[in-house]
């Protein structure tokens, strides 16, 4: 059970729990969210004490994003079939498991560079689902580990390059 001003992930968004009240709908105790980056209460979402769907869950910690790192190495890329890309990234967008991310990220850019290679545009749907795999990651991080945005994912590529050999 979590209590005000906890900082939790509800899908793939950081929020800060600023309340709990009884839902005028189902009559259920329920969480009040605001997204981390927009504590100023313009959007505010209200979350089951239940969490039933699953969809509410502790901040990554600094042990698990160490684990993370050292496992992005060998984190497989999605097959390349360019006529399922955008289902097999919106599929994996759905969990809630960071290494889904990761695959989102390193098949993404890897698809792009290869384009890139062969003088081709970058594909729409490559860049779309980088960014937001991208935004989710880096974001958690950066609330974690206290830091900024760039920061998170500079620390973060960096520690991968490490471990890698890069």
């Known amino acids: ?28 105790q329920c969480y009040i969210l605001v997204p981390y980056e927009k ?9 089951p004490v239940s969490n039933r769907g699953g969809h509410l869950r502790n901040l990554i910690t600094r042990e698990e994003i160490d684990r993370l790192i050292a496992e ?3 984190i497989q890329q999605l097959e390349n079939k360019p006529a399922n890309m955008k289902s097999q990234y919106a599929s994996l967008l759905k969990t809630d498991n960071l290494t889904d991310l990761i695959c ?7 698809r792009n560079r290869l384009r890139r ?11 779309e689902y980088l960014q937001k795999a991208e ?15 760039d ?4 620390f973060f590529e960096n520690e991968v390059k490490k471990i890698s050999g890069q």
């Not at 989102?104 to 890897?110: A, G, L, V």
């Not at 290679?117 to 860049?127: G, I, L, Y």
């Open 1 to 28: 059970m979590y209590k005000v001003n906890d900082i939790v992930v509800y899908r793939r968004d950081v929020c800060k729990i600023i309340g709990k009240h009884r839902s005028d709908f189902t009559g259920e």
């Open 39 to 47: 504590q100023d209460g313009s959007v505010k979402m209200q979350v």
């Open 72 to 74: 992005a190495p060998d």
């Open 104 to 110: 989102i990220i390193k098949t993404s850019y890897n």
């Open 117 to 127: 290679e062969q003088n081709k545009k970058m594909a729409s749907v490559d860049d």
């Open 135 to 149: 935004k989710y990651l880096y974001a958690e991080i950066a609330v974690a580990l206290g830091l900024s945005y």
């Open 151 to 154: 920061e998170s994912k500079e």
